[in-house]
């Protein structure tokens, strides 16, 4: 037997059952006549079907070999669907502005992010996405000390939507789901050119969270840009760095490049 045969959907997909809810998701979206969307995951097609009334172009990737010849027989009478037969995580993504729109696949939950957010030079504008409410609640609470979540909170917006109950599901998983929404921010808190950088900052300053802002940033800053930093971000120098809001990491870094040499940059 082939190895294309093999391939299977991920485990942790769970498809929707509510023909309701699905178009109820779809509408929540925002998908209009012009957007092209990307739906990842799209299993027997429960959004794909509402999608394809909405937009002007979708692609619905799914892996499972036996979902996609369901999912591509049901949309031969839409000529705006494609269909592809592949792991999301190994597809070309659109190379013109594209909108994600899926109940995703629970087990490359965080994969799928990275695709979609650790570049933001990519064209992905915004998303809707159905996943584990625990891992809705982790990419939007605030303040966060997770340096790659807060990457992505300099150039989108994330928040979460709805609980959708397990029952909504087959097979059900076992905890509830939620909606996250994505949306770029225009403009965003950080230039692009300086994301990496940006991450760098923030991998360094939260190993310990729980250290003081005028202690953490002793190896970059010196004590008068510390005294400067501080009264800008209007704390006190002894504030625990992982309480600090997305903007107010922003003004860190920017406080970083207008008075700080690059010499005494992150490398």
């Known amino acids: ?19 309701r809810l699905a178009a ?32 002007k172009k979708v692609i619905a990737i799914e892996n499972d070999l036996s979902f996609a010849k369901i999912l591509r027989e ?3 009478p839409h000529r705006n669907v494609r269909v592809i037969e592949k792991d999301f995580l190994e597809v070309n993504l659109p190379d013109k502005p594209y909108s994600v729109v899926s109940n995703i696949p629970y087990s490359i939950t965080t994969p799928i992010l990275k695709r979609l957010m650790d570049r933001p030079e990519n064209p992905f504008q915004n998303g809707l996405l159905v ?7 982790r990419f939007t609470s605030h303040p966060s000390t997770n340096p790659r979540i807060l990457a992505w909170r300099m150039y989108f917006d994330l928040t979460m939507g709805r609980t ?26 950080i230039p692009v050119r300086f994301r990496t950088l940006f991450f760098k900052l923030a991998s360094y300053a939260l190993k310990h969270p729980e250290l003081p802002v005028g202690e953490v940033f002793r190896g970059i800053f010196t ?7 501080v009264k800008t971000l209007k704390k006190s120098r002894n504030t625990p760095v992982g309480r600090l809001s997305d903007t107010e990491w922003a003004v860190v870094f920017h406080t970083m490049v207008r008075h700080v040499p690059p010499y005494r940059w992150l490398k």
Do not use: C, W
């Open 164 to 189: 959708i109950a397990r029952y909504h599901f087959a097979p059900p998983p076992k905890v509830d789901s939620a909606v996250l929404f994505i949306k770029r921010k225009a403009p965003p808190l």
């Open 223 to 229: 004590a008068p840009q510390i005294t400067h930093l």
């Open 131 to 137: 996943m584990e409410k625990g891992a809705a609640k």
């Open 24 to 55: 109820g998701i779809v509408e929540m979206s925002g998908v209009g006549p012009e957007d092209q969307v990307v739906e990842i995951g799209a299993g027997k097609g429960a959004l794909t079907v509402h999608l394809a009334q909405k937009a």
């Open 1 to 19: 037997m082939s190895k294309k045969k093999l391939r299977k959907n991920f485990p942790g997909q769970h498809l929707m059952k509510s023909k």
């Open 74 to 76: 049901e949309m031969k």
